[in-house]
T-cell receptor, first 113, second 113 residues
Framework: DTGVSQDPRHKITKRGQNVTFRCDPISEHNRLYWYRQTLGQGPEFLTYFQNEAQLEKSRLLSDRFSAERPKGSFSTLEIQRTEQGDSAMYLC???????????FGPGTRLTVT | SQQGEEDPQALSIQEGENATMNCSYKTSINNLQWYRQNSGRGLVHLILIRSNEREKHSGRLRVTLDTSKKSSSLLITASRAADTASYFCATEPTQGGSEKLVFGKGTKLTVNP
């Protein structure tokens, strides 16, 4: 069990650029979540996958954000036309069938300049 | 938006003392979980209490839940310098069905050696 991994750990980009983050959940975890955390706040839910199906999206997820989990394993989160307000830590978590606790990755810290 | 609030926002104690953090939330829940986050890192699951439970223990952790008051407390006994971190409560709302977590803003705990 290698835990949840995220790549990259840090990303600095200029406003208007597109960025893509990757999350590899714990193997055999069928549920995968994306959260966003800004300084001094708790994580906020963005979206949820069960296997390859995206079952819920927060209204925080504007049309510039898209997430995929094509084969029910790793997931990607893409932000198009980044804005300074997108600067945050993006956290991925996974959980196993029947379990309620979530296992978090180390996060990707995005800075938009 | 955040589900609720942790109290206090910051807590500083000496090693060996007990630390108590409180959490209030707004909607009916399936369970409440506590997570720890070391500076700039991912979250680590500590303990989960279900809505039909009132108290739970795990090692030096004790969590209580009062659903009538929509509140929970986390007690860390015999604190250590390594307990220094931010602590978040997270609720799984009854409505929704995705098992997403709704986090508070956290309590920043400092344990002085």
């Amino acid at each position: 069990d290698t835990g949840v991994s995220q790549d990259p750990r840090h990303k600095i980009t200029k406003r208007g650029q597109n960025v893509t983050f990757r999350c590899d959940p714990i193997s055999e975890h069928n549920r995968l979540y994306w959260y966003r955390q800004t300084l001094g706040q708790g994580p906020e839910f963005l979206t949820y996958f069960q296997n390859e199906a995206q079952l819920e999206k927060s209204r925080l997820l504007s049309d510039r954000f898209s997430a995929e989990r094509p084969k029910g394993s790793f997931s990607t989160l893409e932000i198009q036309r980044t804005e300074q307000g997108d600067s945050a830590m993006y956290l991925c978590a996974s959980s196993s069938p029947g379990a309620d606790e979530q296992y978090f990755g180390p996060g990707t810290r995005l800075t938009v300049t | 938006s955040q589900q609720g609030e942790e109290d206090p926002q910051a807590l500083s104690i000496q090693e060996g003392e007990n630390a108590t953090m409180n959490c209030s939330y707004k909607t009916s829940i399936n369970n409440l979980q506590w997570y720890r986050q070391n500076s700039g890192r991912g979250l680590v699951h500590l303990i989960l209490i279900r809505s039909n439970e009132r108290e739970k223990h795990s090692g030096r952790l004790r969590v209580t839940l009062d659903t009538s008051k929509k509140s929970s407390s986390l007690l860390i006994t015999a604190s250590r310098a390594a307990d220094t971190a931010s602590y978040f409560c997270a609720t799984e709302p009854t409505q929704g069905g995705s098992e997403k977590l709704v986090f508070g803003k956290g309590t920043k705990l400092t344990v002085n050696p």
